[in-house]
């Protein structure tokens, strides 16, 4: 688990020591078609990495936004502090995760500057719908 976190982009910058406490927390988790893995306007307590398999987005506002498939991250906007959940993310398919608990991923983001900058601008990129 650990080698799949240490090779996506948005962790690369972090300490061996931060690395070494995400991996310590990390849990492998598994979704079943239609199952939600993030509920609009519903609090969010992780961060996902998306293993395999591939979820679709929907808002109550805007219907379908968009399908993301592995490696994306999951639940950037919540973990960053910007807001409750915009949308809801459904498994498609079978979908299997590495999750992250926020209050873990926020202390290492106060605690290490480019990593937060990182997820913030994920998250901004998101929310413009990018």
Do not use: C, W
């Not at 960053?80 to 202390?107: K, R």
């Amino acid at each position: 688990m650990s080698e799949r976190l240490t090779s996506h982009s948005l962790f690369q910058s972090l300490s061996e020591q931060s690395m070494a406490t995400l991996s310590a927390v990390a849990e492998a988790r598994h979704y079943k078609p239609g199952e939600a893995l993030i509920q609009e306007g519903e609090f969010n307590d992780r961060l996902f990495l998306l293993v395999s398999g591939a979820v679709r987005i929907e808002s109550q506002g805007a219907g379908h936004i968009g399908t993301l498939k592995p490696d994306s991250i999951l639940g950037e906007i919540s973990t960053s502090g910007m807001s409750l959940p915009v949308a809801t993310v459904i498994a498609d398919e079978d979908v299997e995760t590495i999750t992250l608990p926020i209050e873990v991923v926020s202390e290492i983001a106060y605690e290490e500057e480019g990593f937060a900058n990182a997820l913030r601008a994920l998250g901004m990129r998101r929310a413009e719908g990018s």
